[in-house]
């Protein structure tokens, strides 16, 4: 079974130099503090893979042991805390800074990267961040795929459930004790007639507007039927 956390050395005691990293989508910011709190510097970079080294590269002029404390691990900066991991640096998770930190000091990416690197100086931040690659990655994607196939059926199920509400009564009354599988295959195999106006019916007596509307919420639904999905 796949490691819940990301494999990395133990977290040292006494790295050179701690990274408080603040992750927004498009520029992560990262400020260095020396061990005991003194500020060192501040860096920009893009979150690209070239972004990425060029933050490594700044930080090794602070020393060769360092030591990430990042902001947003399992979201926008994902991908930077891969790529940290991959390279064998220690890399902790810390919280977002809480409401009342953020009246006091103000809203700024350096502010909230400097606050992440001091969690970790000040003992609050130990949390290794949860994994993201590999086997725990592709499941993460399948369970994402299934929650959207599964959301998505459910929604046309019910307009179809709706509309078979107010349909003409030889329809409804043929159609309401089918369970649902059978409804959706009876519905997607419908044809209505002609759509001349709101009260067209093919010569069955049949509405050609609830047919118009039902045929493709059923065929919407088969098309989230997966053999996984009960």
Known sequence: MAPSTL????????????????????????????PNGGRLGECRIPTTRKGYDELIGWTEQFGYSPLFAMEGTGYFGAGLCRELVYAAFPVVEVNRPDRSTRRRLGKDDAIDAEAAARSWISGSATVIPKSGGEKVEMIRLLKCAQDSATESRTRAINQIKAILV???????????PL???????????????????????PPSGH???????????????????PTWIP
Do not use: M, Y
């Not at 107010?166 to 309401?176: H, K, V």
């Open 207 to 225: 509405s050609a507007p609830w047919l118009a509307a039902s045929r493709p919420s059923s065929r919407r639904s088969l098309s989230f039927w």
């Open 179 to 201: 369970r649902r599988s059978a409804l959706i295959t009876a519905c997607a195999a419908l044809r209505p007639g002609p759509l001349n106006g709101p009260t067209a019916a």
């Open 7 to 34: 494999a990395q050395s133990a977290i040292s005691s006494n790295p050179d130099v701690v990274i408080g990293v603040d992750t927004p989508k498009d520029i992560h910011v990262a400020v260095a503090l020396a």
């Open 166 to 176: 107010t349909a003409p009564a030889p329809l409804r009354e043929r159609l309401e």
